[in-house]
């Protein structure tokens, strides 16, 4: 069965009735993340397609609301016109998990798809404003707003942005917006191992010169040589000067210009060396200086390719999908060196078999059933998408 | 009396004092407990005056396992917990209940550890504000979120209640530049939350936890962005003939693409206010101020002033003037920083904090007049024009229950325009005991309900900084 609710009204009637039935509901936006999580089947689907449209925009307020099954690309080109854009530059699942569709700017908040400028223009949930959902009690409930500071009660917007789903139906989201930079260039360094390569992105994130995007591309990950990137967005006597300075301070490199840059970054961003194989596709969040030591760790264990963005602090890895998928040696070496992994890619069964996302301190994991509880009792929410009975 | 009603204590729990204070005695050395009725008298009240109660005894614990045990003790014995860090907030959320212990972090004040390499810094609660930037200042490093009490203000509380600052335009608050920290529940559990990387696996409890106002747990210890200074920053004054011509103006440079550091707004009472006090050669004959701060090199600073002035001459800008030096830069941002204490050798005041949509500031800013002079009151306005946030200053005779009351029925007119035309009740401040009633003008039942069952998966039994944020009447378990 489908529900595919027209208004947040219909949206309380179809929770409503759902609830009414005891039948749990998979939430889906554009399904282009259909295969991000553990695999869940539960006997509906509610689909956001129907709740569409922009509600709210105001470029002199650097401000964007829409309905939450609102095509993310009608968003991009709407504040496009007015030289504006989601600073967090989502990554666009489709590539990399072979999905066809149009992702949604619901289902960017919900699942909290932040891109390559998370290190200088902050995550999805730090653009991210306000939000309108519907909880498992069939009520509709706002957080937030449309400006920028609020602080008026307890933030749900933040613990909705990453949630998938399972805090609530979004019915509406609200964004904040910046300038798009004028101009756009990469600094690319050649052949740097990975410890150097982390440790120049480290110096020039450490620069004053508001390096937007801090990559290392080992050798045969996109091309033969080992490529250290990064960049500066500005106006474009700033970008000129700015890779001069930083220079000065990393090393000289070649330049990549503006069009070069959109479409590295792109793939970056998209993880599109990993698309088109049969391997999973591991993320892992650590802090810069060990991910380097992360990956050496790793890599004992068999073959692996990797990359690293986020100034070396995000780390993403691809390998076999035999076994545990590698579960319980990555899961190993990051309790060693700190942060936490998620399996993106990898085929059902394996997700089905493995922690998907990373398992949790007792403690924590308690919070987290409490939370889920508050909002959606009756666990009618994408129930076990993210952690068994939550 | 005032108007604000916190609920009456327990007298059971008030009976129980000496027991209660003798099974704190057995956690923590005397030097850590304050039992004395005028020494606990230090901790009546925030920076929100015009309300006090003294708590049962005050706990300055010196560590995480200390505070878990505290809280263990408390929760065990039903006890009441004020979470505290400087007391400087302005919204009451520090002020205790008679039958509440206050917990306050003051002696947890270390930097921990400062990793310039990930641009992080791991910090106990109690250090303040200002003290995590002069840690990493001589490296040329800054941590971001610079609230005007900064000197005085934890990052404790800084968590408590999302703060900003004014150079939250482009760095973001608070919430925006923490990534991790422990937390005991009220039960004496422990948790970690976050870590020195950018994102947290599971439900985003951080994002819950910024902002939560002392009601979810204690914040012992936190990991911090500290971020690399620009390599300049230069101040420039831009006076106006009137407010509306200054409010239309920071809209317009928004609009222009233009996000400068600081957009920083003073009306005519405020700049003579904070000049008397600072002088800073901000122009007495100006109707408003913007000070607005660019970043950069010297050549680059150059060329985004370019872009605003002319943005400020189509508003008739009637004075343009830049900081020629570090001491002049030091002068105009001590000016502003110190308007609330400035104001405060006038006259006693109250400062509202709601945040209106940039669009609508000039139409709030004439409204916020309107409603004060009803009331036959003064107002100065001095605030962070660039987001939006305001800050109307209402003076007033705090000996004069009377006036107070009309102080407080003046904010509240102008906090109910702010949500009326899109914005909030409270920009940074926190809603604490002072804006607790006005939250259902901008949330339903079911909103509320909803924030208070999250509220209750931390704190089952209610008892952490209770009289806070929620309406009193109506709260779900
Ligand atoms: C002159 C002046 C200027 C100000 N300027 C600004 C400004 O520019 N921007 C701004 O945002 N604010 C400003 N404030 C308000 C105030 O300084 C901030 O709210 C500040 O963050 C409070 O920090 P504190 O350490 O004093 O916390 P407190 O006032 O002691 O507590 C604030 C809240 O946090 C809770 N809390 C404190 N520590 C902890 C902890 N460790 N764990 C859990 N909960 C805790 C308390 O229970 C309370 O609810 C100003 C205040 C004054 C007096």
Redesign the interface.
Same mark, same amino acid.
């Given at each position: 069965m489908i529900f595919a609710p027209h208004s947040e009204d219909e949206l309380v009637d179809c929770v409503r009735t759902a609830r009414a039935r005891k039948s749990a509901l998979r939430i889906v936006g554009g399904g282009t993340r259909q295969a991000l999580g553990r695999p869940v089947a539960p006997p509906a689907t509610l689909s956001t397609k129907n709740l569409a449209g922009v509600t709210l925009y105001?470029?002199?307020?650097?401000?964007v609301a829409a309905r939450a099954g609102t095509p993310l690309a009608d968003v991009e080109s709407l504040v496009a016109a007015h030289?504006?854009m989601l600073p967090f530059a989502p990554m666009d699942h489709r590539r990399l998990l072979a999905s066809a569709g149009a992702s949604t700017i619901g289902a960017v908040a919900a699942c909290?798809i932040?891109g390559s400028r998370?290190?200088s223009h902050?995550?999805a949930?730090?653009s991210l404003i306000g939000v309108r959902f519907v909880?498992g009690l069939a009520?509709?409930?706002?957080?937030g707003?449309?400006?920028?500071?609020?602080?008026?009660?307890?933030?749900?917007?933040?613990?909705q942005?990453?949630?998938f789903g399972?805090?609530g139906v979004l019915s509406e989201v609200t964004f904040k917006l910046?300038?798009?930079p004028e101009s756009a260039a990469t600094l690319v360094l050649r052949g740097l191992d990975d410890t150097r390569a982390v440790?120049a992105l480290?110096r020039g994130?450490?620069?004053?010169f508001e390096v937007s995007g801090a990559a290392h591309l080992p050798a045969g990950v996109g091309a033969e040589s080992a490529r250290t990137l990064l960049r500066i967005e500005n106006?474009a006597?700033?970008v000129a000067?700015r890779l001069g300075e930083l220079q000065k301070i990393v090393g000289a490199g070649e330049v990549l210009d503006d069009a070069a840059t959109a479409s590295l970054w792109c793939d970056i961003g998209d993880v599109a060396f990993f698309a088109g194989d049969g391997r999973v596709v591991w993320r892992v969040?650590?802090?810069?200086?060990r991910a380097p030591d992360f990956v050496r760790l790793a890599q004992r264990a068999g073959p692996l390719a990797h990359f690293y963005d986020?100034g070396g602090?995000?780390v993403w890895l691809a390998m076999s999908a035999e076994g545990d998928a590698g579960a319980g040696m990555v899961r190993a070496v990051v309790a060693q060196v700190?942060?936490?992994a998620?399996l993106v890619r990898a085929p059902a069964d394996v997700r089905a078999r493995v922690d998907v996302?990373?398992p949790?301190?007792a403690?924590?994991?308690r919070?987290?059933r409490?939370?889920k509880?508050?909002?959606d009792p009756d666990r009618l929410f994408n129930p076990g998408l993210?952690?068994d009975g939550v | 009396m005032s108007s604000i009603r916190f609920p009456a204590p327990d007298p059971a729990i008030l009976a129980r004092r000496e027991e209660i204070v003798v099974g704190l005695a057995r956690i923590v050395p005397p030097g850590c407990l304050v039992t004395g009725l005028d020494e606990r008298r230090a901790f009546e009240t925030d920076a929100l005056t015009a309300y006090r109660s003294v708590p049962l005894a005050v706990v300055l614990p010196r560590s995480t396992q200390e505070t878990a045990a505290v809280l263990r003790y408390c929760h065990g014995a039903g006890v009441k917990v004020t979470p505290r860090g400087a007391g400087t907030s302005l919204s009451g959320g520090a002020i205790p209940q008679e039958d509440s212990v206050v917990v306050a972090l003051t002696k947890m004040t270390r930097v921990l550890d400062v990793?310039?390499?990930?641009?992080?810094a791991r910090v106990e609660a109690g250090v303040t504000n200002l003290g995590i930037s002069d840690a990493v200042a001589a490296d040329?490093?800054f941590y971001a979120p610079d609230p005007s009490s900064q000197l005085a203000c934890t990052i404790g509380g800084n968590i408590g209640?999302?703060s900003?600052g004014a150079h939250?335009l482009k760095y973001?608050?608070t919430?925006?530049n923490v990534l991790g920290v422990t937390m005991v529940?009220i039960d004496g559990?422990?948790?970690?939350?976050g870590?020195?990387?950018?994102?947290?696996?599971?439900?985003?409890?951080?994002?819950?936890i910024?902002?939560?106002e002392g009601?979810l747990g204690i914040v012992t210890e936190a990991t911090v962005r500290i971020l690399?200074? +620009? !390599?300049n920053a230069r101040p420039v004054l831009f006076g106006f003939a009137s407010s509306e011509a200054a409010g239309a103006c920071v809209?317009?440079i928004?609009?222009a693409?233009?996000?400068p550091v600081a957009i920083e707004f003073m009306d005519k009472l405020a700049i003579e206010i904070c000049e008397a006090f600072a002088r800073a050669g901000y122009p007495l004959d100006a109707g408003a101020l913007l000070i607005v701060e660019v970043e950069?090199?010297e +050549? !680059?600073m150059d060329?985004q002033l370019r872009r605003i002035v002319a943005i400020a001459e189509r508003h008739g800008v009637t004075t343009v003037r830049e900081s020629k030096s570090a001491m002049e830069t030091a002068a105009i941002w001590k000016g502003r920083k110190s308007a609330f204490g400035a104001t405060g050798r006038v006259a006693d005041y109250i400062c509202m904090d709601g945040?209106?949509?940039?669009?609508q500031l000039a139409r709030v800013l004439k409204r916020t007049d309107e409603i004060v002079r009803s009331y036959g009151l003064r107002v100065a306005n001095v605030f962070?024009a660039g987001?939006?946030?305001m800050h109307p200053l209402i003076m007033y005779n705090v000996n004069d229950p009377a006036e107070q009351e009309k102080a407080e029925k003046a904010g509240e007119d102008i906090l109910k325009f702010c949500v009326e035309v899109?914005?909030?009740?409270?920009?940074?401040?926190?809603?604490g005991v002072e804006?607790r009633d006005l939250?259902p003008r901008?949330?339903?039942v079911?909103?509320?309900a909803?924030?208070m069952?999250?509220?209750?998966?931390?704190d089952e039994t209610w008892l952490l900084n209770s009289a806070k944020?929620f309406p009193l009447e109506g709260r779900a378990a």
């Open positions: 105001e470029p002199g307020e650097m401000v030289d504006q909290a932040s998370r290190i902050g995550a949930r730090d909880n009520q509709a409930i706002k957080s707003g449309r400006v920028m500071k609020n602080v008026t009660g307890l933030d749900l917007v933040k613990l942005a990453g949630a399972a805090l910046l300038p798009r440790d480290s994130l450490g620069s004053p106006f006597d700033s000067y969040s650590t802090a810069p200086s986020w602090g995000l700190g942060g936490h998620t996302f990373q949790l301190p403690s924590v994991m919070l987290q409490a939370l509880a508050s909002f993210m952690y | 990793d310039y390499a990930n641009r992080v040329g490093f209640m999302n900003g939250c973001g608050v919430t925006n529940l559990t422990i948790v970690e939350i870590g020195d990387w950018l994102d947290a696996p599971g439900y985003d409890l951080l994002g819950l910024v902002g939560h009601q690399r200074q +620009a !390599e809209a317009d928004i609009a693409g233009i996000v950069g090199s +050549a !680059e060329a945040t209106a949509p940039l669009g962070h987001d939006g946030n899109g914005g909030c009740l409270t920009g940074e401040h926190g809603v804006k939250m901008q949330f339903t079911d909103d509320l909803q924030q069952r999250a509220r209750a998966a931390f944020v």
